[in-house]
């Protein structure tokens, strides 16, 4: 396939940032391009209380296409005060906000202290489980401690997806022992650090991988020609499907399909 082919079947991008500001000036048009690339769905992804408050907002505003999330990245933790909880909660009572998130740890950076991240962490994944949604998870060099605290509250959680999964085949392994989802992205096309994916990735079971853009971040480095701009978009989702079935040695129509009924069903789309 090559970079600007269509999708064989209909695609959900389950992490879109599209309510960045880099997509100010051309909204309309990613999001036509996005539909021509076959991808006609997307979660948009909260990351923020104003990131949250914008993806509804597009949702709301593009009802056919897109839900959004409602969450507190650990970059952001540090901002997490009492009065999140309720203001996230307003925004999970719209029927266009279909999961809590983007939430976990993330000591890579540690925008906030770990001990912030690990309070905002806890709050969300109780809203979580009182309200009954499915959960959009972060976790980066923090594996142990992501572990820990999500498995006091798996029990009581309705499903859960680790976005953007780029760890060890162990941390796969653990994953896949909680029956978590694994969300892929365009890591799995860097020759630099997303190799090792191309060799564990066939382990995702049918029924548990999703697919990602993570928009505007991580362009697929194996795009060609390559783009003039370090932006990534929604259209080259039907590339990282291309890649993931290469790895899974399926077709790519098998896992379009594959990959949209799961994220139907995580997001209770159907």
């Not at 949604?133 to 499903?159: C, G, K, M, W």
């Not at 650090?193 to 999703?210: A, E, S, Y």
């Amino acid at each position: 396939m090559t970079a600007l082919e269509k999708s064989p079947a209909p695609l959900i991008d389950i992490g879109a940032n599209l309510s960045h500001d880099s997509f100010d000036h051309d909204r309309d048009a990613v999001i036509q391009a996005a539909d021509e690339a076959g991808v006609s769905r997307m979660i948009l992804t909260g990351a923020s209380v104003k990131g949250s408050r914008q993806a509804l907002a597009l949702a709301e505003q593009w009802p056919d296409r897109f839900w959004s999330t409602a969450g507190v990245h650990p970059h952001m933790a540090k901002h997490y005060v009492d009065e999140t909880n309720g203001i996230l909660r307003g925004f999970l009572a719209s029927e266009k906000c279909v999961a809590v998130g983007e939430c976990g740890l993330d000591y890579f950076r540690n925008f906030s202290e770990p001990a912030d991240q690990q309070q905002a962490f806890r709050a969300q994944l109780e809203i979580a489980c009182e309200i009954g949604y499915p959960v959009f998870l972060h976790q980066r060099d923090a594996h142990e401690d992501f572990l820990a605290i999500l498995d006091e509250y798996l029990p009581r959680l309705s499903s859960a997806v680790v976005h953007c999964f780029t760890g060890s085949g162990e941390e796969l392994a653990h994953y896949l022992e909680r029956d978590l989802y694994v969300g892929i992205t365009g890591w799995i096309c860097d020759e630099r650090r997303g190799t090792h994916l191309r060799d564990i990735v066939h382990q995702i079971p049918d029924d548990r991988i999703m697919i990602e853009t993570d928009a505007p971040y991580l362009l697929p480095r194996d795009l060609k020609p390559k783009p003039s701009t370090r932006r990534n978009e929604p259209k080259w989702l039907p590339h990282v499907l291309a890649r993931v079935a290469e790895c899974r040695n399926v077709d790519p129509e098998t896992l379009a399909r594959q990959t949209t009924a799961n994220a139907e069903r995580f997001f209770r789309l159907a």
